[in-house]
């Protein structure tokens, strides 16, 4: 079977779990259960990659120092895109570059997801308006003005409305696990979340 590959956008000051929980998700998921799966990907229904605007290495928040894996004049198109968040993402709400990348990218792509304060940039390129979404609780506001259109909804985990956005960092891992069950099942699922020790809070999503 094709694996459906997961680009993940980086930048400086990205959230570190923001975009490490959704790429330990999808790259440790198996369709054959078991521990031993893990050695291989022979039976992996993602590659999963990071995606930022040059190959020099970024600055995540806590200094944490990152090599993406692809610029965006050779990364491959990404089935799945991720936009996390981070306080970087304010300078890049100005930066018309990295906004038509992420235009063009979810054009390309056939699920678009993002975590925390990626729902920003979302908006600020019009890609949810009229859209149900959420962000992190400090940034709702911020989403609702970007953009009044969208029906920015509060307390919840994440919002599937064609784009599946999620709340503050952890919640990335939530999303990443709705999709993994949208895509292959309850049950892949469930055993990906057992392998990683991690209870999805399925609930407070909409």
């Known amino acids: 079977m094709p694996r459906q590959s997961v680009g993940i956008f980086i930048f400086d000051d990205v959230e570190v779990l923001d ?23 022979d039976s992996a229904p993602f590659q999963v990659f990071t995606v930022a605007r040059t190959k020099a290495p970024i600055t995540a928040i806590g200094g944490l120092t990152v090599t993406p894996a692809y610029a ?10 991720v936009v996390p968040g981070g306080f970087g993402t304010r300078a890049l709400l100005h930066d018309s570059a990295t906004l038509a ?28 308006r009229g859209r149900r979404a959420t962000t992190h609780w400090a940034a709702l506001d911020l989403l609702a003005s970007l953009d009044p259109t969208i029906d920015v909804r509060r307390d919840v985990r994440y919002v599937s409305d064609t784009i599946v956005t999620s709340a503050g960092v952890s919640a990335g891992l939530d999303m990443s696990f709705a999709v993994v069950e949208q895509l292959h099942g309850a049950a892949v699922a469930r055993e990906t979340a057992q392998y990683i020790d991690y209870v999805p809070q399925y609930q407070n999503a909409v």
């Open 19 to 41: 975009f490490a929980g959704p790429f330990e998700v999808f790259s440790r998921v198996r369709l054959v259960p078991g521990s031993d799966s893990r050695r291989t990907d």
């Open 101 to 128: 990348w992420i235009q063009a990218a979810a054009a390309r792509a056939s699920l678009v997801t993002s975590v925390c304060t990626g729902a920003l940039l979302y908006a600020q390129t019009g890609l949810l």
């Open 72 to 81: 965006w004049d050779d990364a491959p198109p990404a089935d799945l895109l």
